[in-house]
């Protein structure tokens, strides 16, 4: 069975949650084996909603981990569409908010623990977390750094990030922290496939949410962004969530053998002969896809 390890931002958008529920499903079925999920984002809510919709989809037991080392990307916007599900969810429970832990000390016990190359780490968000892992020393946890830890139990690495399309595109995952983009990418000796922002755009998803129960967190955390006019949105991180659980199937295109850098703006570059891969896929499965991507957030 595979394992996944997971790291978002959710917070600012909704996408991280609709691949937090497909990885949940995925989970609670029996498809993967899910070690940790961390956030990349100092604002605790939307790990609060993730944890909510893990709980609502009935899977419970996996640990979470909070950025504690840090505080990027704390302010109010960073919890646009989770503060508020998260208050209702946990008030209706009549339970606190769940106990913050620190989410690299938590990836260097499940990696320390696990001790083999057989991990899916998925990213969906700035590289923050990942970065602060690379650098991490010695402790009482591990005698080896966080670089080591990964590239003993990494199998693949999933970044939702970068652009494949147009080098003028700066893409948001890879330089909203630019300094963690540009070591991940750029200096990482563990291979990455990415999924470029183009792939997701052109798959809306999200139409299901709109008959699905009112207090189910990832409904309104979809409503939210869109100012309760709408419940769709670009599927950027569940063409990520996808791929990591179900691999290429009969939907993606994995373009190997792939050299990839970043630039001080976050612009994508990249070239034949080198460790990494990214997608594309055949824009006649987008109808497939969506119907997958829905089913995926479904609250049941």
Same mark, same amino acid.
């Given at each position: 069975?595979?394992?996944? /390890?997971?790291?978002?931002?959710? !917070?600012?958008?909704?996408?991280? !949650?609709? #691949?937090?529920? @497909? ?12 070690? #940790? ?12 909603? @993730?944890? &909510? /919709?893990?709980?609502? $989809?009935?899977?419970?037991? /996996?640990?979470?981990?909070? %950025? ?31 106990? +913050? ?5 938590? $990836? ?6 696990? %001790? ?15 970065? =602060? ?28 990030? &970068? ?8 893409? *948001? %995952? ?5 300094? #963690? ?20 755009? *052109?798959?809306?998803? =999200?139409?299901? $949410? ?13 409503? &939210? ?12 991180? +569940?063409?990520? @969530?996808?791929? #990591? ?11 190997? %053998? /792939? ?29 497939? $896809? ?5 089913? =995926?957030?479904?609250?049941?």
């Amino acid at each position: 069975m595979k394992k996944i /390890i997971y790291d978002h931002d959710f !917070g600012a958008d909704c996408d991280d !949650g609709g #691949a937090g529920a @497909m990885l949940a499903k995925a989970h609670r079925d029996g498809h993967v084996k899910v070690l #940790a999920v961390t956030q990349a984002i100092a604002n605790p809510y939307g790990q609060y909603c @993730m944890e &909510a /919709i893990f709980d609502y $989809l009935g899977v419970s037991g /996996i640990p979470f981990g909070y %950025n504690l080392e840090n505080s990027k990307f704390s302010g109010d916007v960073y919890h646009l569409c989770t503060k508020s599900p998260a208050e209702k969810y946990y008030a209706a429970k009549k339970k606190p908010f769940p106990e +913050q832990q620190s989410g690299i000390r938590l $990836l260097r016990k499940v990696l320390s623990e696990n %001790n083999r190359k057989d991990i899916t780490l998925v990213t969906t968000g700035m590289l923050t977390t990942v970065y =602060g892992l690379c650098l991490s020393g010695p402790d009482d946890i591990s005698p080896k750094t966080g670089l080591e830890l990964l590239a003993e139990n990494i199998e693949e690495y999933v970044l939702g990030g &970068a652009n494949f399309e147009s080098e003028d595109v700066r893409e *948001y %995952n890879v330089r909203a922290d630019i300094e #963690a983009g540009m070591y991940v990418v750029n200096q990482a000796p563990f291979p990455i496939t990415y999924v470029g922002s183009e792939v997701g755009f *052109y798959i809306i998803s =999200g139409q299901i $949410l709109a008959d699905q129960p009112e207090d189910y967190p990832l409904r309104e955390a979809f409503y &939210a962004v869109n100012e309760g006019k709408d419940c769709t949105r670009f599927s950027w991180d +569940q063409a990520d @969530m996808h791929y #990591a659980i179900f691999g290429p199937g009969d939907f993606w295109e994995v373009h190997r %053998n /792939i050299h990839v850098s970043i630039d001080s703006e976050g612009h994508t570059f990249f070239r034949p002969g080198g460790k990494d891969s990214y997608l594309s896929f055949d824009h006649k499965h987008i109808d497939r $896809l969506r119907e997958i991507f829905n089913e =995926g957030m479904r609250a049941v």
